[in-house]
């Protein structure tokens, strides 16, 4: 266990999606409809507090962030979150700053039991679709090189890998290795996760 908390690697693939070209069609296997929600008091949440802590969500909606869910006889079960500005990314202990016109989609979660049905990228491609009615240009996740089935999903709703990061921390030191950027995209700008930046997220998990 001491090990663990003095060494720690990870592999962070970066995807991208140009919101100036057409969504893919994606079909999921499953009836659900799909539901965004940016407040909780205007837009129905079904169990989404019994999926995501309420205090993270309202944390999350204060910053003007969009929860998107597929539901099923009225239950959540798929959702993701996306984010228009400063983000924590605990994968490589960085925050991103996202850029105008961009949107970062993160935090997506299937349920155990409705796996391999499409609900991930089918979700993406409606987010996709948002950003798009919006004049966004350009859609971001970021996903851990080992998430195969996360890879494909994501792969699967248009999105292309254009950078690779490589993270390790040892004995409280962070060093990182970046591959060089692919497809003529732009990058991503990281700034260091300050104390004061923590976001409530992390607290309440702290405590869980």
Known sequence: MKLKRLFSTNCLHLYAFSLFQDIPFVQPKLEVQIYQSGNISES???????????????????????????VHQSRIVAYCWVSFTETEVGEIDRVIKVKNKELYTYDAFTLPDYRGKNLYPYILTYICQYGKEKGYTRAL????????PSKQGIEKAG???????KYSR????????????EGGQEGVIFVPKKWTQISADILVRSKQ
């Open 159 to 165: 999105f292309k890998r254009f950078q690779v990061i």
């Open 44 to 70: 129905p949440c079904f169990n989404l507090f019994e999926i995501v802590n309420e205090f993270i969500c309202q944390s999350r909606f204060s910053r003007g962030e969009i929860v998107w869910m597929a």
């Open 141 to 148: 996740i970021f996903v851990l090189r080992e998430n195969t």
């Open 170 to 181: 040892m004995f409280g030191l962070s060093f990182y290795r970046y591959s060089p950027i």
